[in-house]
Protein backbone atom coordinates (compact mmCIF):
# COMPACT_ATOMS: atom_id res chain seq x y z
CA UNK A 1 0.00 0.00 0.00
CA UNK A 2 1.61 2.90 -1.13
CA UNK A 3 0.15 6.84 -0.66
CA UNK A 4 -1.32 6.63 -4.35
CA UNK A 5 -3.61 3.57 -3.14
CA UNK A 6 -5.03 3.77 0.45
CA UNK A 7 -7.50 1.31 1.49
CA UNK A 8 -11.20 2.76 1.79
CA UNK A 9 -10.61 1.63 5.52
CA UNK A 10 -8.14 4.25 6.13
CA UNK A 11 -10.77 7.09 4.90
CA UNK A 12 -12.41 8.73 7.39
CA UNK A 13 -15.99 8.05 7.15
CA UNK A 14 -18.10 10.91 5.58
CA UNK A 15 -15.08 11.77 3.19
CA UNK A 16 -17.19 12.50 0.66
CA UNK A 17 -19.99 13.42 2.13
CA UNK A 18 -19.66 17.69 1.39
CA UNK A 19 -21.96 18.68 3.91
CA UNK A 20 -21.28 22.34 3.54
CA UNK A 21 -22.85 22.18 0.39
CA UNK A 22 -25.68 24.53 1.49
CA UNK A 23 -28.72 23.46 -0.42
CA UNK A 24 -30.33 27.03 -0.47
CA UNK A 25 -27.35 28.15 -2.60
CA UNK A 26 -26.84 24.39 -4.24
CA UNK A 27 -29.14 25.09 -7.67
CA UNK A 28 -28.10 25.47 -10.75
CA UNK A 29 -30.27 28.55 -11.11
CA UNK A 30 -29.51 30.19 -7.63
CA UNK A 31 -26.13 29.67 -8.52
CA UNK A 32 -26.12 31.93 -11.24
CA UNK A 33 -28.35 34.58 -9.71
CA UNK A 34 -25.63 35.00 -6.57
CA UNK A 35 -22.84 34.92 -9.31
CA UNK A 36 -24.43 37.68 -11.42
CA UNK A 37 -25.16 39.48 -7.93
CA UNK A 38 -21.63 39.06 -6.51
CA UNK A 39 -20.37 39.98 -9.94
CA UNK A 40 -22.90 43.64 -9.78
CA UNK A 41 -22.20 45.09 -6.11
CA UNK A 42 -24.01 47.68 -6.82
CA UNK A 43 -27.25 45.24 -7.43
CA UNK A 44 -29.05 44.84 -10.87
CA UNK A 45 -32.24 45.12 -11.71
CA UNK A 46 -34.99 42.54 -12.20
CA UNK A 47 -35.35 42.55 -15.48
CA UNK A 48 -31.57 42.11 -16.07
CA UNK A 49 -30.98 39.56 -13.46
CA UNK A 50 -33.99 37.70 -15.51
CA UNK A 51 -31.93 38.39 -18.85
CA UNK A 52 -28.61 37.27 -17.54
CA UNK A 53 -29.80 33.62 -16.05
CA UNK A 54 -31.96 32.77 -18.78
CA UNK A 55 -34.92 32.60 -16.28
CA UNK A 56 -38.39 33.78 -16.65
CA UNK A 57 -39.78 36.01 -14.27
CA UNK A 58 -41.86 33.85 -12.48
CA UNK A 59 -38.74 31.52 -12.15
CA UNK A 60 -36.67 34.61 -10.47
CA UNK A 61 -39.25 35.45 -8.00
CA UNK A 62 -39.10 32.03 -7.27
CA UNK A 63 -35.54 31.46 -6.24
CA UNK A 64 -35.53 35.28 -5.18
CA UNK A 65 -38.26 34.56 -2.30
CA UNK A 66 -35.81 31.55 -1.50
CA UNK A 67 -32.97 33.65 -1.40
CA UNK A 68 -34.86 36.72 0.45
CA UNK A 69 -37.47 35.14 2.94
CA UNK A 70 -37.30 31.81 3.74
CA UNK A 71 -36.20 30.38 6.77
CA UNK A 72 -33.23 28.58 5.33
CA UNK A 73 -31.57 31.83 4.18
CA UNK A 74 -32.13 33.79 7.76
CA UNK A 75 -30.40 36.49 7.67
CA UNK A 76 -32.13 36.96 4.36
CA UNK A 77 -29.10 36.69 1.46
CA UNK A 78 -30.51 39.15 -0.76
CA UNK A 79 -32.17 42.43 -0.67
CA UNK A 80 -34.81 43.83 -2.95
CA UNK A 81 -35.89 47.56 -3.46
CA UNK A 82 -38.79 48.93 -5.40
CA UNK A 83 -38.51 52.42 -6.55
CA UNK A 84 -39.06 54.40 -9.57
CA UNK A 85 -37.50 55.14 -12.75
CA UNK A 86 -38.56 57.26 -15.21
CA UNK A 87 -42.03 57.25 -13.09
CA UNK A 88 -41.74 53.62 -13.87
CA UNK A 89 -41.36 50.90 -11.07
CA UNK A 90 -38.01 49.33 -11.09
CA UNK A 91 -36.94 46.40 -8.80
CA UNK A 92 -33.61 46.02 -7.75
CA UNK A 93 -31.79 43.17 -6.07
CA UNK A 94 -28.94 43.31 -4.14
CA UNK A 95 -26.49 40.66 -2.50
CA UNK A 96 -27.00 40.94 1.08
CA UNK A 97 -23.28 40.66 3.29
CA UNK A 98 -24.79 37.97 4.67
CA UNK A 99 -25.55 36.35 0.82
CA UNK A 100 -21.72 37.18 0.34
CA UNK A 101 -20.50 35.52 3.36
CA UNK A 102 -22.74 32.20 2.48
CA UNK A 103 -21.76 32.42 -0.79
CA UNK A 104 -18.23 32.69 -0.29
CA UNK A 105 -18.26 29.58 2.16
CA UNK A 106 -20.10 27.51 -0.64
CA UNK A 107 -17.37 27.94 -3.16
CA UNK A 108 -15.11 27.21 -0.71
CA UNK A 109 -16.92 23.86 -0.81
CA UNK A 110 -17.12 23.69 -4.79
CA UNK A 111 -13.10 23.92 -4.35
CA UNK A 112 -12.53 20.97 -2.26
CA UNK A 113 -14.67 19.42 -4.50
CA UNK A 114 -12.43 20.11 -7.61
CA UNK A 115 -9.28 19.51 -5.06
CA UNK A 116 -10.28 16.13 -4.54
CA UNK A 117 -11.32 15.09 -8.43
CA UNK A 118 -7.89 16.51 -9.09
CA UNK A 119 -6.04 14.67 -6.43
CA UNK A 120 -7.50 11.40 -7.92
CA UNK A 121 -6.12 12.15 -11.41
CA UNK A 122 -3.16 12.92 -9.85
CA UNK A 123 -3.07 9.69 -8.53
CA UNK A 124 -4.87 7.79 -11.26
CA UNK A 125 -1.49 9.42 -13.32
CA UNK A 126 1.23 8.12 -10.94
CA UNK A 127 -0.35 4.63 -10.60
CA UNK A 128 -0.33 4.30 -14.40
CA UNK A 129 3.23 5.22 -14.67
CA UNK A 130 4.40 3.03 -12.05
CA UNK A 131 2.18 -0.14 -13.57
CA UNK A 132 4.91 -2.34 -15.15
CA UNK A 133 4.36 -3.12 -19.00
CA UNK A 134 2.85 0.34 -19.78
CA UNK A 135 5.65 2.54 -19.69
CA UNK A 136 5.84 4.20 -22.61
CA UNK A 137 2.93 2.58 -24.22
CA UNK B 1 -17.24 52.99 -18.19
CA UNK B 2 -13.62 50.86 -17.78
CA UNK B 3 -13.26 47.13 -17.90
CA UNK B 4 -14.15 46.23 -14.44
CA UNK B 5 -17.45 47.94 -14.38
CA UNK B 6 -19.17 46.92 -17.29
CA UNK B 7 -22.93 47.88 -17.46
CA UNK B 8 -24.96 45.00 -17.63
CA UNK B 9 -26.28 45.84 -20.76
CA UNK B 10 -23.00 45.07 -22.51
CA UNK B 11 -23.45 41.01 -20.66
CA UNK B 12 -25.08 38.48 -23.04
CA UNK B 13 -28.25 37.04 -22.12
CA UNK B 14 -27.52 33.80 -20.07
CA UNK B 15 -24.26 35.04 -19.02
CA UNK B 16 -25.10 33.26 -15.94
CA UNK B 17 -27.43 30.48 -16.64
CA UNK B 18 -24.91 27.66 -15.90
CA UNK B 19 -27.03 25.15 -18.10
CA UNK B 20 -23.89 22.79 -18.42
CA UNK B 21 -24.48 22.21 -14.36
CA UNK B 22 -25.88 18.77 -15.22
CA UNK B 23 -28.72 17.80 -12.96
CA UNK B 24 -28.11 14.59 -12.70
CA UNK B 25 -24.98 14.94 -11.53
CA UNK B 26 -25.73 18.14 -9.60
CA UNK B 27 -26.94 17.03 -6.05
CA UNK B 28 -24.68 17.12 -2.76
CA UNK B 29 -24.75 13.27 -2.38
CA UNK B 30 -24.57 12.44 -5.87
CA UNK B 31 -21.02 14.87 -6.24
CA UNK B 32 -19.92 12.83 -3.02
CA UNK B 33 -20.72 9.36 -5.02
CA UNK B 34 -19.39 10.31 -8.14
CA UNK B 35 -16.04 11.73 -6.62
CA UNK B 36 -15.53 8.76 -4.31
CA UNK B 37 -16.13 6.51 -7.21
CA UNK B 38 -13.86 8.79 -9.12
CA UNK B 39 -10.59 8.44 -6.50
CA UNK B 40 -11.39 4.48 -6.33
CA UNK B 41 -11.00 3.57 -9.70
CA UNK B 42 -11.42 -0.12 -8.79
CA UNK B 43 -15.09 0.98 -7.37
CA UNK B 44 -16.63 0.37 -3.66
CA UNK B 45 -18.29 -2.05 -2.49
CA UNK B 46 -22.00 -0.87 -1.29
CA UNK B 47 -21.11 -0.60 2.57
CA UNK B 48 -17.32 1.67 2.27
CA UNK B 49 -19.34 3.90 -0.63
CA UNK B 50 -22.23 4.02 2.34
CA UNK B 51 -20.12 4.83 5.13
CA UNK B 52 -17.10 7.36 2.95
CA UNK B 53 -20.38 9.05 1.80
CA UNK B 54 -22.33 9.09 4.89
CA UNK B 55 -25.54 7.59 3.60
CA UNK B 56 -28.05 5.46 5.12
CA UNK B 57 -28.01 1.97 2.57
CA UNK B 58 -32.10 3.29 1.57
CA UNK B 59 -30.45 6.56 0.02
CA UNK B 60 -27.55 5.24 -1.64
CA UNK B 61 -29.42 3.03 -3.53
CA UNK B 62 -31.92 5.58 -4.32
CA UNK B 63 -29.18 7.89 -5.81
CA UNK B 64 -27.52 4.76 -7.45
CA UNK B 65 -30.71 3.49 -9.26
CA UNK B 66 -30.62 7.39 -10.59
CA UNK B 67 -26.88 7.04 -12.00
CA UNK B 68 -27.24 3.95 -13.40
CA UNK B 69 -31.10 3.55 -14.70
CA UNK B 70 -32.60 6.58 -15.03
CA UNK B 71 -33.39 7.62 -18.60
CA UNK B 72 -31.13 11.21 -18.03
CA UNK B 73 -28.36 9.11 -16.90
CA UNK B 74 -28.07 6.74 -20.40
CA UNK B 75 -25.88 5.49 -21.13
CA UNK B 76 -25.75 4.17 -17.32
CA UNK B 77 -23.14 6.80 -15.55
CA UNK B 78 -22.23 3.90 -12.89
CA UNK B 79 -21.84 0.27 -13.16
CA UNK B 80 -23.31 -2.00 -9.95
CA UNK B 81 -22.04 -5.95 -9.93
CA UNK B 82 -23.57 -8.43 -7.31
CA UNK B 83 -20.29 -11.19 -6.40
CA UNK B 84 -19.70 -13.41 -3.46
CA UNK B 85 -16.73 -12.75 -0.86
CA UNK B 86 -16.28 -15.50 1.14
CA UNK B 87 -19.56 -16.72 0.36
CA UNK B 88 -21.45 -13.71 1.61
CA UNK B 89 -22.70 -11.32 -0.91
CA UNK B 90 -20.67 -8.47 -2.22
CA UNK B 91 -21.99 -5.40 -4.43
CA UNK B 92 -19.70 -3.34 -6.10
CA UNK B 93 -19.67 0.02 -7.70
CA UNK B 94 -17.49 1.36 -10.39
CA UNK B 95 -17.59 4.34 -12.43
CA UNK B 96 -18.23 3.68 -16.22
CA UNK B 97 -16.24 5.67 -18.67
CA UNK B 98 -19.62 7.56 -19.41
CA UNK B 99 -19.57 8.41 -15.75
CA UNK B 100 -16.02 9.26 -15.64
CA UNK B 101 -16.61 11.64 -19.12
CA UNK B 102 -19.67 13.00 -17.91
CA UNK B 103 -18.42 14.28 -14.65
CA UNK B 104 -15.54 15.79 -15.43
CA UNK B 105 -17.78 17.72 -18.13
CA UNK B 106 -19.73 18.87 -14.54
CA UNK B 107 -16.45 19.67 -12.53
CA UNK B 108 -15.14 21.73 -16.15
CA UNK B 109 -18.38 23.88 -15.27
CA UNK B 110 -17.95 24.38 -11.96
CA UNK B 111 -14.31 25.56 -12.84
CA UNK B 112 -16.39 28.03 -15.49
CA UNK B 113 -18.31 29.10 -11.44
CA UNK B 114 -15.53 29.63 -9.58
CA UNK B 115 -13.72 31.17 -11.93
CA UNK B 116 -16.55 34.03 -12.77
CA UNK B 117 -17.08 34.21 -9.10
CA UNK B 118 -13.10 34.92 -8.96
CA UNK B 119 -13.51 37.09 -11.52
CA UNK B 120 -15.61 39.17 -9.94
CA UNK B 121 -13.25 39.28 -6.83
CA UNK B 122 -10.49 40.97 -8.60
CA UNK B 123 -12.87 43.20 -10.25
CA UNK B 124 -14.20 44.55 -6.74
CA UNK B 125 -10.52 44.88 -5.60
CA UNK B 126 -9.37 46.62 -8.50
CA UNK B 127 -12.53 48.91 -8.22
CA UNK B 128 -11.33 49.42 -4.57
CA UNK B 129 -8.33 50.24 -5.51
CA UNK B 130 -8.99 53.75 -7.42
CA UNK B 131 -12.07 54.16 -5.32
CA UNK B 132 -10.48 57.76 -4.41
CA UNK B 133 -9.94 58.58 -0.69
CA UNK B 134 -9.98 54.79 0.26
CA UNK B 135 -6.08 54.50 -0.26
CA UNK B 136 -4.23 52.84 2.36
CA UNK B 137 -7.45 52.81 4.47
Redesign the interface.
Known sequence: MNDNEKE??A?E???????G?D?VL?S?NR???L??L????DG??FG?LA????LTDGNLSRHLDMLARSEASKPALVKITKSFQDRRPLTTVVLTSNGRKR?REY?TQ??K??R??A??AD??AA?SKTRPGLAGA
Open positions: PEESGRFAYTLPHQIGITAATHSLSDRLCSFLLEVLDAAQAQK
